[in-house]
């Protein structure tokens, strides 16, 4: 139908709607809206074509003041027989069919989605060229979708209205008139006059409910041809559209269901008719398409992930480059600690032994593997990786692609509940991944970066707020398995999340309380099914956790572990504006950066909030900014440049269950994301501004915030090499079965390169101390490292003070007693710091001089009689 243009637009500008006068050449039509179009497609219809076109004619003739003015378009798919002819024919007399014409067949959704973007109806009905649902059925689908003059009034003023703001699947609690009102056969009321044959019928009734499965639960005939939708929103949802078969009906109600335009069922009069082009293969074939639906991505999404992995790579650069020596410079000793952890699961999985627990650090007593952070939920996937390329492998991979998923994730969820305008997405999404805490945790603590998990969880408990009760138990089952899977990824994060998440939810109720009302009940609902789900998964490994070998009670980190109200002022030490010296005083160290998010960024979104700041959800989103940033200033707050010190409010939650071991200067990690929902808010709107010098300014506003929080690559450092008497294995000659390996000084949180001799080496030996949370004293405090010893003791104050006490008797027999406890085969002493005062103080205390052996100095130890 060349000629014609067409009245539907697109709501997401990165999916163009096709042209119909591309690829159809046929009749010009009037340009003017109509009450109602009917499409119908058509291939090798010559038949049937023409009775079909004649019965739809007469009904509409014969009640003008019903149907209004009206058009009828024919969509000959490249019929190879009279279709063409027939349609013409019949347009020749009846002025108001239109006919468009296609050289090839190319399915059923191509066509409509070919007649619906050409049509100008107020409302549009489609309908298989067969009747198989007689068309006086349209009286009954008309009669839900025909508003009364008033709506109708407001319908027609619409594009006056100011655009409202949706969120959390809200839309349909607002406007339960029906978009769509579609033919069932599924329903009571039906009527079947001709049945299929009885396979055919039971395998198309299989179809369909795998169909329902997969794509649109609650609606129990997607299949029938014969569907009335309102003009606008099918002209919309059509040119979103991409499948060109017989999936384009669950593709176009899936369309309708997630942009919250309510969709009815109506019972119809149903005949199978003999030539009918549908199959029960076809289900089959439709299922196939929604699954390829389901997995297609969008060229501009592609385009988004490939930027946040160039990101990544970029930020993670100088580790890939020599992933044999490269030292991430920022993670103190972190990184030992992670490639540990990565390696020592390996080794569990690949001998089949418990993952929760481990002797090869913190000899003899072993460490409570489930009570420290070592992700299990990527950990023991990566097994294979870990053994095959080795732990530094697996723990460059982590970061890099744990960071790119990350921020892929928000993207998801931005672009599903927060602006469909990708750009601005993909802005706010990049915020939330690569702000400054994160970068900050992106040198020693994946499991604070790594967080794709979080926006699935997020967007599954909006769902739960949609209230739509059929899907309250699917919702809460994988709200479930999802909260139980980043138990194994990260708790803390976990808890900082829900946090978040129940601050934004109080605030959001403050701020729509109605919108609160309607889904308060589906929520609660939603969470005690989560946890039905979830608790049964976990409740062993947290048992074990909490209870096991090596449990701890919490891990005290003092009163003084909160933000400085200047860390949200001040740029990151490894920003792109940044002042090492300025953040490093303002942190308890460089791991530890937990605000940082610049005085551009905070007045940026300032402004954002008093410009947006109706919105119920900017609203929503300011309260979690604001409460969070307050709860991570700690249980006092330092007023600065000033002695005043007030309390603060996380001297209500510091000694309370789970809250007692989290550092309060994370929780203004909540930020990140809710700055970044501000953003993208703004940058969708900042896009539709004019004139055109608006855009520009705020486009330059939101650079200026952001450019100064540019991460920079994460500079690395050479490690130090582990000693040839290690590599080698000559160690083995000295450590019988159950003996461990002494380093000197003792692995611990200051100094745990003795971890990466045993990963890099496949666990051949255990240690005594390490770096990991164990406990501590009859009260079994939670610390950092193995209970001290007073040779452990001994030996880390002379590596870091280089002083050499006076090593008499005393000190001696507690050196025995001290290796007997740590069932020492060997003493090591690699080169390092301060290593001849170390030197000398091991002789003394074992009263010989060490062996120099394999780059390293060695006092082998007599087996006990």
């Known amino acids: 139908m060349s000629g014609r243009t067409e009245p539907g637009t697109d709501p997401d500008p990165a999916i163009p709607g096709p042209a119909p006068s591309g690829d159809f050449s046929g009749d010009d039509g009037a340009g003017s809206a109509v009450d109602l179009t009917v499409v119908v497609p058509a291939y090798n219809e010559e038949r049937r074509l023409r009775p079909t076109l004649d019965a739809i004619c007469a009904h509409l003739r014969a009640d003008p003041d019903r149907w209004g ?63 198989a649902t007689p068309i006086e059925e349209l009286d009954a689908l008309d009669a839900l979708l025909t508003p009364d003059d008033e709506a109708y009034a407001d319908e027609a003023h619409a594009d006056e209205a100011p655009e409202r703001e949706t969120y959390a699947d809200e839309a349909p609690a607002y406007d339960d008139t029906p978009a769509a009102a579609i033919g069932s ?45 309102d003009g606008d929103k099918a002209r919309a949802a059509f040119a979103a559209s991409r499948l060109d078969g017989w999936g384009i009906d669950v593709e176009i109600l899936r369309h309708f269901r997630r942009a919250g335009w309510p969709v009815a069922e109506v019972p119809v009069r149903w005949s199978h008719q003999t030539g009918s082009k549908v199959r029960p293969a076809d289900y089959g074939r439709v299922l196939l398409e929604l699954l390829r639906l ?86 023991v996937p990566l097994t294979p990786v870990t053994l095959l390329f080795g732990p530094t492998v697996t723990w460059a991979l982590v970061l890099t692609l744990g960071l790119t998923g990350t921020a892929v994730a928000w993207y998801w969820l931005f672009v599903r509940r927060v602006t469909r305008f990708r750009p601005a997405a993909a802005l706010g999404a990049a915020l939330a991944a690569f702000a400054p805490p994160m970068m900050s945790h992106g040198t020693a603590h994946p499991n604070f970066l790594v967080l794709f998990m979080i926006p699935v969880i997020i967007d599954r408990a909006l769902r739960l707020c949609s209230n739509d009760e059929r899907r309250v138990v699917r919702d809460g089952v994988l709200l479930g398995l999802f909260a139980a899977y980043q138990i194994f990824l990260g708790e803390e994060p976990l808890l900082l999340a829900a946090m978040g998440m129940l601050i934004f939810a109080v605030s959001y109720a403050l701020a729509s309380p109605d919108v609160a009302r309607v889904a308060v009940r589906p929520l609660l609902r939603g969470l005690g099914v989560a946890l039905a789900v979830s608790l049964p998964l976990v409740a062993f490994p947290l048992y074990w956790q909490f209870f096991g070998p090596q449990s701890y009670h919490s891990v005290l980190h003092g009163d003084n572990a909160g933000n400085s109200p200047l860390a949200f002022l001040e740029f990151s030490g490894r920003a792109l504006f940044g002042d090492e010296t300025r953040a490093d005083s303002l942190a308890m160290n460089r791991t530890e950066q937990n605000a940082f998010y610049g005085w551009p960024l905070t007045a940026l979104a300032f402004g954002i909030v008093v410009w947006l700041g109706r919105s119920p959800l900017v609203k929503a989103l300011t309260g979690t900014v604001l409460v969070a940033a307050l709860l991570s200033l700690g249980q006092k707050i330092r007023i600065p440049f000033t002695d005043v010190v007030l309390p603060g409010p996380w001297r209500a939650l510091a000694h309370q269950p789970l809250f007692e071991s989290v550092i309060e200067s994370r929780v203004a990690m909540i930020c990140a994301p809710a700055l970044g929902v501000l953003i993208a808010l703004a940058a969708a709107r900042i896009a539709d501004l004019e004139p055109r ?156 001089p060490g062996e120099r052996m394999g780059g390293a100095w060695v006092w082998d130890i007599p087996r006990a009689r």
């Open 693 to 848: 010098a608006h855009r520009v300014v705020g486009l330059v506003a939101v650079v200026a915030a952001l450019l100064p929080i540019l991460p920079t690559p994460q500079p690395v450092r050479e490690r130090a090499e582990v000693p040839r008497f290690i590599t080698d294995g000559t160690y083995r000659h000295f450590v019988a079965e159950g003996e461990s390996v002494v380093p000197v000084p003792l692995p611990s949180p200051a100094e745990a390169d003795a971890l990466h001799w045993q990963s890099s080496t496949g666990f051949g030996f255990s240690v005594p101390g390490g770096y990991f949370n164990g406990p501590w004293g009859p009260d079994r405090m939670g610390i950092y490292g193995a209970s001290p010893r007073y040779t452990s003791n001994l030996l880390r104050d002379v590596r870091y003070g280089g002083r050499i006490p006076d090593i008499g008797t005393s000190w001696r027999e507690q050196a025995k007693l001290d290796l007997a406890f740590w069932k020492a085969g060997v003493v090591v002493l690699a080169p390092q710091d301060n290593d001849e005062a170390l030197y000398e103080v091991v002789s003394k205390l074992l009263g010989r």
């Open 69 to 131: 003015d009206w058009e009828l378009i024919v969509v000959d798919d490249g019929s190879t027989d009279g279709t063409a002819a027939v349609a013409a024919e019949a347009a020749s007399d009846e002025p108001r069919i239109h006919v468009l014409t296609s050289d090839e067949n190319r399915g059923k959704g191509y066509a409509l989605r070919q007649g619906v973007l050409a049509s100008y109806g107020r409302r549009v009905l489609v309908t298989d060229a067969d009747l």
């Open 185 to 229: 056969r599924a329903l009571p009321g039906s009527r079947i006059d001709v049945h299929q044959r009885p396979l055919r019928e039971w395998l198309g009734r299989l179809g369909n409910r795998l169909i329902r499965l997969v794509a649109v639960r609650g609606i129990r005939d997607t299949q029938c041809g014969f569907k009335l939708f």
């Open 294 to 379: 389901r997995t297609r991505t969008r060229p501009v999404d592609l385009a988004v992930a490939g930027l946040f992995l160039l990101a990544s790579v970029l930020l993670y650069k100088g580790l890939w480059t020599d992933l044999d020596r490269a030292y991430l410079a920022d993670s103190m000793q972190d990184q030992n600690q992670w490639e540990w952890f990565f390696a020592v699961t390996a080794d569990n999985v690949a001998h089949l032994r418990n993952p929760l627990f481990t002797t090869y650090q913190g000899y003899p007593d072993g460490v409570n593997l489930m009570a420290n952070t070592v992700m299990l939920g990527l950990s």
